[in-house]
């Protein structure tokens, strides 16, 4: 009798540690975030949209919301061809997956003091404590690099899918800035990467 009870005992405490382990696990993995999709699709910040009818550029800095950016293309003479009130893309390039299937473009513009980073046609796979920074370390390749040297944290990553802006604090110093990745902070590696020489 005295055994059984023992035994008894011996099987509830291993299946409360193995309920508490199963629940620990679950909120640190979180693995359902593997089929879970968001989705947004942010117009680009008022400051740094202009009409086509200003004789702003629409190539390779119109934004796929339809407002035109300028290039900030040097003419021959040294001038820029954008006015100082007009936005500039400052850099912009293509995601390349790392340890999650991920796409899209990323660009940064400034208008005046403010700049953005724009992602458009973004898309990347969900996870826990996801964050967009931009680092020092080139895009691509191993990806554990991006912590180990500077790097300028964005904010949260606001979802999986669509266009979307990250306001880049006026006082920051984007020198040797090289890239934008999609970091999980909570198991520090790239979900993915875009070359930016800023």
Known sequence: ???GS???RAVWAVSGVVVVAAVVGL???QPWRLWTRSEADEALPA???VSTGAGVSTGAGASSTGAAVGSGATTPGGTSSATADQPTVL???GFVTQEHETRGTATVLRSGAARVLRLE???TSDG???HIWLSDATAGGEWGKYDDGRYLPLGPMKATDGNQNYLIPEDADLSGLRSVVVWCDRFNVA?????LDL
């Open 121 to 123: 046609g973004f898309s």
């Open 128 to 130: 826990p404590d996801l």
């Open 6 to 8: 023992v035994r008894r």
């Open 91 to 93: 850099a912009t390039g």
């Open 47 to 49: 400051e740094f949209s």
């Open 27 to 29: 909120w640190v993995f």
């Open 191 to 195: 979900f993915g990467s875009a070359p």
């Open 1 to 3: 009798m005295v055994r």
